[in-house]
């Protein structure tokens, strides 16, 4: 699926709805668990960052970002410390709030902002250009990590995870080309992506699920290279996670 068929709006909904079911279904101690892939994070905190992320999104309440081109994020830590610090803010604001206060804090920002992720209206300053996916992207992974941490299968494929999947990649082209790297082709379910300047010296194939799983760090070095490669994982395995 290209990213350019995708409705923004729909696929967040979607994943959202999903997210939530399976959230509010929990008991309470259950958002107390400690989520593998964000060690600093329980279940609560992942919730109040996905909604302090969309009601941020909705309401341009995100000075931290001011002056910041996210599409740096892998390249400069000055980038990388505004969004850290923008993501602490967003709990700490939260604090003490319960999960279902939570769900519809983030439900009644996602109304507000349905316009902007289909690009009727844009995002209020200092939103970035392109936060459409940067909200996709990261909901579709923490839906993931959810799912993880309660023991649960990944989720089923999704048009978020695709769009996921193009973010990374686009990240991934921008380390590649600004180091001394060579190129990588990357093949997800069928779908072929290029990444890097010049001739690929090497191939990755894998699904969807797993290219996602590897570009957003959470995958080990050991399990990167365990993955489908032709050519040498080694020349990509440090470079291929954004974080």
């Given at each position: ?39 600093e994070w ?24 001011d002056g ?176």
């Amino acid at each position: 699926m290209s990213a350019s068929d995708v409705d923004f709006a729909a696929a967040y909904c979607d994943v959202q709805g999903r997210l939530l079911a399976v959230l509010l279904d929990q008991p309470a101690d259950r958002f107390d668990l400690q989520v593998p892939s964000c060690p600093e994070w329980t279940l609560w905190h992942l919730l109040a960052h996905l909604t302090g992320g969309m009601v941020d999104a909705s309401t341009g309440n995100a000075p931290e970002l001011d002056g910041v081109s996210l599409h740096d994020y892998s390249l400069d830590p000055a980038v990388r410390d505004a969004v850290e610090a923008m993501s602490r803010r967003q709990i700490d604001e939260r604090r003490g709030h319960p999960p279902a206060a939570l769900a519809e804090e983030w439900t009644a920002a996602t109304a507000v902002a349905l316009p902007m992720l289909r690009g009727d209206e844009p995002f209020p300053s200092p939103m970035p250009p392109f936060m459409e996916y940067t909200l996709l992207e990261d909901l579709a992974v923490h839906e993931d990590d959810v799912r993880e941490t309660l023991g649960l299968a990944p989720a089923p494929p999704s048009a978020a995870r695709s769009v996921a999947l193009v973010a990374y990649v686009v990240a991934l082209d921008r380390r590649l080309r600004s180091g001394e790297h060579p190129a990588l082709r990357l093949v997800a379910d069928e779908e072929v992506f290029l990444a890097g300047e010049g001739e690929p010296v090497a191939t990755l194939t894998a699904s969807t699920y797993e290219l996602v799983m590897a570009l957003s760090g959470r995958r080990s070095s050991n399990q990167i290279e365990a993955l489908d490669w032709d050519g040498d994982p080694t020349l990509f395995v440090n470079s291929l996670s954004e974080y």
